[in-house]
């Protein structure tokens, strides 16, 4: 069955500073990783994903992600964080042996403080 | 554009009571999908539609939970005899049809509170 993990409830980052959200993931087949960011009382949305290729992965707001297939992970990063990065995110995996929906990892609180 | 909507926002219901959720995908969307978000979790796969066929209901935790799509645009997730542990954001996710690489967009979602 595929699953997502992210180890960590909260990441605490001074602005300025190089953020990484980390998250690893199990699928039976070839994963499909994305990340979301949630703000207060608002939907998810959308930030990157990876399906092939290059395994450095750009996105919104100066986010990219690094896909690494011996670690099965895909962690989130940013060079430089902003106070208004503050919010909570979630990666999710599809495996398409088990359908289209995405599985969700528990999500991380990220803190950005100046 | 217009990304997906969603309706009641907020809806508050007393134990026993049947709710009705809508959702309003971006325009053009084949594929639309319903995910619950329990209180400090991340969301949960409910039910996909592949235009107005329902073609994984899997996620529906009983049988008090229905989805439909009748014309393939909008749809509706219907709760009856409501619990208190169907209290969670219910949120409704479109994508293009372009297979699984289809990054879906999600709406702002629908928070049920159970009394």
């Known amino acids: 069955a595929q699953s997502v993990a992210q180890p960590e409830d909260q990441v605490n980052v001074a602005e300025g500073n190089p953020l990484t959200v980390k998250c690893t993931y199990s699928?039976?087949?070839?994963?499909?990783l994305f990340w979301y960011v949630q703000y207060p009382n608002r939907g998810l949305q959308f930030l990157l994903k990876?399906?092939?290729?290059?395994?450095l992965v750009k996105g919104s707001y100066g986010f990219e992600a690094e896909f690494n297939k011996s670690q099965t992970s895909f962690h989130l990063k940013k060079p430089s964080a902003l106070v208004s990065d503050s919010a909570l995110y979630f990666c999710?995996?599809?495996?398409?042996?088990?359908?289209?929906?995405?599985?969700f990892g528990a999500g991380t609180i990220l803190r950005a403080k100046s | 554009g217009a990304g997906v909507s969603q309706s009641p926002r907020y809806k508050v219901a007393k134990r026993g009571q049947d709710v009705a959720l809508r959702c309003d995908p971006i325009?053009?969307?084949?594929?639309l999908f319903w995910y619950q978000q329990a209180l400090g979790q991340g969301p949960e796969f409910l039910t996909y539609?592949?235009?107005?066929?329902?073609?994984?209901k899997s996620g529906l935790p009983s049988d008090r939970f229905f989805a439909e799509r009748p014309e393939g645009s909008v749809s509706t997730l219907k709760i009856q005899r409501t619990q208190q542990e169907d209290s969670a954001v219910y949120l409704c996710?479109?994508?293009?049809?372009?297979?699984?690489?289809?990054?879906?967009?999600f709406g702002p979602g629908t928070r049920l509170t159970v009394l």
């Open positions: 996710a479109s994508s293009p049809p372009q297979g699984p690489t289809d990054t879906q967009y």
């Open positions: 699928v039976s087949g070839n994963p499909y």
């Open positions: 990876y399906i092939t290729g290059d395994n």
């Open positions: 999710a995996v599809r495996d398409i042996a088990y359908g289209n929906q995405l599985v």
């Open positions: 325009s053009g969307h084949v594929s």
């Open positions: 539609f592949q235009n107005e066929a329902q073609l994984d």
